[in-house]
């Protein structure tokens, strides 16, 4: 049995089950992490304070799953990659406590409140107009603040058309947006801003290497044990798949 | 201050039915975080394009709403076993209903017509009750169901079809 485990047979069920539920749903999570932190979208939420698509590795897969995941961990075959996960989910809640110092920063600078409430009175006054697609905000008021210190975590350009804040956001975002050339320093906010985007490269960076690692390493499982890099179709039209399935 | 010089087509009250919003929050998914798997799901939003018609129409509207029914379907669309991601799901929802600024509205079943419920089903009947308890401001419904359409416009309601609105147009070759 201990033969087994440290050298698993051609066509391993398990060497399966560790490419199929552990890496490939890692593989698909890191990609689109690495997309969204090229395009400085970190996908942020003031109500949780944390990332909408961005999470900690164990997150990306499925929960009945999780006994593959730590047998995939404890195996010697996969032995560098405990230490990697570890590495990037401390980098994830590193960014998300980044990005909620500066969300925090924003919310209490007086320059930063300022220029929201007179955007918004702007606004109020010369757009609104008959216009469905000017609508009024005011039953948004409190939270256009938290909205666009969010838009401005997530570098958010241009916002859905039926979103009620599309024109605002359309309008302003220059406005808010010209700051980030300053880093933020006109609203007292230029080293928690630095913090973050400091976080965030280094995040991209190790999400990005360990992305590569991970393709390596299902190529090397998959040609060493000779099994598929993911579920193959039966072919219900074969009588001998039908049987099976 | 938009400066155009037609005057601005007057639009009060669009009601949602559960496919549209379905597509909106699938495509957003796929579209801003890269679920692709989800992308087999979209129906009639595919593209860029056609949910900028989509959200262009939608944006015409003063106010949207929709009926606690289509809240219900919603929850089954997302619970479905094969589907997975429920929590990041029913966010994009709660975040598209926000952001929309989507009003709700009950419609109790004793209220709805027993018969027609028998035929289209709760959550239909509730739209056209939607619909009727808001005749003063002109409603549009919106939906992808084609049974809905025609008894929109047999009851005399005005509806639009998504799969029409994100149709690609294209010019009749001479």
Known sequence: MGSNIANPPTHSRRVEAWVWAILNPVIDGLR?????????????????????????????????????????????????????FKKHD???????????????????????????????EEYEAKLSSDDPQYPKLESFRGEIPKMVAEYLINRTEVLPQHYMTY??????????????KDEFEPYRERTSFQTLAVAV????????????????????????????????????????????S | ????????????????????????????????????????????????????RCGQFIGSFRRKTTSASVVAELGYQIRRPKLGGQEKLWNRVYEEFQ??????????????????????????????????????ELPVVLTVDSALYRECMNAGLCVSLLQELTAIWEPLPK
Not at chain 1, 91 to 120: H, N, W, Y
Not at chain 1, 167 to 176: A, D, G, L, N, V
Not at chain 1, 206 to 233: F, G
């Open chain 1, 167 to 180: 024109k605002f956001w359309e309008h302003y975002r220059s406005q808010f947006g010209k700051f980030l």
């Open chain 2, 99 to 136: 952001n929309m600024g989507m009003d709700e509205e009950v419609i109790r079943l004793v209220e709805m017509s027993r018969l027609l419920v028998v035929r289209m089903g709760p959550v239909d009947v509730s739209l056209l009750e939607l619909a009727r308890r808001h005749a003063d």
């Open chain 1, 32 to 84: 689109r992490e690495v997309g969204l932190l090229s395009k400085g979208n970190l996908s942020w939420r003031s109500y949780s304070r944390n990332f909408e698509s961005i999470r900690p590795i164990r997150e990306y897969i499925e929960a009945t799953q999780q006994p593959n995941y730590e047998d995939f961990l404890a195996d010697p075959l996969n032995v560098t990659f405990e230490e990697a």
């Open chain 1, 201 to 244: 490269k280094t995040l991209h960076d190790d999400s990005s290497k360990l992305l590569a690692d991970l393709i390596n390493h299902r190529q090397m499982l998959c040609s060493t044990y000779d099994i598929p890099a993911a579920p193959v179709p039966l072919d219900r039209g074969n009588p001998i798949d039908a049987l099976f």
């Open chain 1, 90 to 120: 401390e980098q994830v809640i590193k960014v998300e406590s980044c990005a909620a110092r500066f969300f925090d920063g924003l919310m209490q600078t007086e320059p930063f409140r300022t220029q929201v409430a007179k955007s918004l």
């Open chain 2, 1 to 52: 201050m938009p400066s155009s010089p037609e005057p601005i087509r007057r639009r009060e009250l669009l009601i949602l039915d559960t496919g549209p919003i379905w597509e909106l929050v699938l495509f957003h998914a796929v579209d801003q975080f890269g679920f692709e798997r989800l992308r087999r799901e979209l129906q009639f939003i595919k593209d860029q394009q056609s949910y900028g």
